[in-house]
């Protein structure tokens, strides 16, 4: 029964790539942008602003692309992003 | 005569974004990226592959996009990226 279930839903399941980026919210201090924009202008670039980002670009199975991003929106809620201070964009696409 | 220099720059400079996306080249282990897929698998995600990357997002004066996208390159090999170990894209849009 097991075998037949995975059978399923390997059967159904399509991959996808999600890219979701992470960054502070506007207001909040941040050190390593800070620091790089000082360096680049030590540097002798004209730079106005520099901000940060993480982005996290997951594989993973899905039935479909609705069902993919609703599973990367809650990854990003639950593990990836912290909402008191973070904001994200998700990025679904087949692979 | 500064203050004249500094009307040539600003007439002929333009604003840019460059956003540089950098992260590990393939092959060199990345426990940011093993960590977090593993956390995914534990809260039951059927995620395969997890890759992190930093983006900075730099805002800068150029005289042409050309110029912007070269002064992104040469920030990226001069502080953003290591050669050694990192890969890197660049993509600049005028602001």
Redesign the interface.
Known sequence: MKVFKSFILSFN?M?YVAKI?VSLKSGHSNPESET?AH??KE?G??????????????????SSLAEAEA?AEE?SK???ANPTKDIYTINVVEQ
């Open positions: 399941s991959k980026d790089t360096l680049l540097l670039y004209q730079v106005e602003k520099v901000d940060t980002s993480k982005v996290y670009t997951i594989a993973l199975n899905a599973t990854m639950r593990l990836l």
